[in-house]
Structure formats: structure tokens, C-alpha cells
Nanobody
Framework: QVQLVESGGGLVQAGGSLRLSCGAS????????MGWYRQAPGKQRELVAT???????NYADSVKGRFTISRDNAKNTVYLQMNSLNTEDTAVYYC???????????WGQGTQVTVSP
């Protein structure tokens, strides 16, 4: 079993920054890619950014140049630095891990990010 716990969400004004963290515990050796997804009210969950165990990254077009995903494998933690936030970034942000042996996904409980005008 792998457990993911997010932290760092909150309320911020437009133009501000937040840093999300997601710590993994349990059978962390089976974790491959990790990432962040978000779900705004009335919308489907969408990809924000992913990072491989080797550090390769992928971003949604809407966050490129503003968000940075990083990972500390020794601490089993993935981060999301969010800069230049705008109201459209308001959502619940979920940490995701893709596992091996057997292949499956794991999700955190989510952390709320609210950007005020």
C-alpha cells in the first residue's frame, strides 16, 4: 500500500504564489511517475503536471511557465510551485502516483487552492 498526503493549499490573491507538497509513505519503492491534477467546481479532473522518477516533466499548457513540479526521491515527496496564480487556478489539487508491481494508480485526498481576484 502507498499513501499520499498533500499539504500547502490555501487562499491567495491573484498574482500570488503557493507551494504544494505531497508526501508518500508505505511501499514507496513501487512508485514510478508522480503528478498533480486538479478539479474545479463543475469540471472534470485535469492534468496539471507530471514528473518521472528520473525528473522528466510534463505540464498542461495552461500552467506552463507559471508552475514547476519537482521531486525528492529520497524524501518520497513531490512539490508543485505555483506562481502568477489567477482565479482560473482555483480548484482542489490532487497528488497522483503511478505504481508498479502491479501497475495501478494512487491518489491523495486533495488540497484546496483558492485564488481571489
Amino acid at each position: 500500500q502507498v499513501q499520499l498526503v498533500e499539504s500547502g493549499g490555501g487562499l491567495v490573491q491573484a498574482g500570488g504564489s503557493l507551494r504544494l507538497s505531497c508526501g508518500a509513505s508505505g511501499r514507496t519503492l513501487v512508485i514510478n511517475d508522480m503528478g498533480w491534477y486538479r478539479q474545479a467546481p463543475g469540471k472534470q479532473r485535469e492534468l496539471v503536471a507530471t514528473i518521472t522518477r528520473g525528473g522528466g516533466t510534463n505540464y498542461a499548457d495552461s500552467v506552463k511557465g507559471r508552475f514547476t513540479i519537482s521531486r525528492d526521491n529520497a524524501k518520497n515527496t513531490v512539490y508543485l510551485q505555483m506562481n502568477s496564480l489567477n482565479t482560473e487556478d482555483t480548484a482542489v489539487y490532487y497528488c497522483n502516483a503511478r505504481l508498479i508491481l502491479p501497475p495501478r494508480e494512487c491518489w491523495g485526498q486533495g488540497t484546496q487552492v483558492t485564488v481571489s481576484p
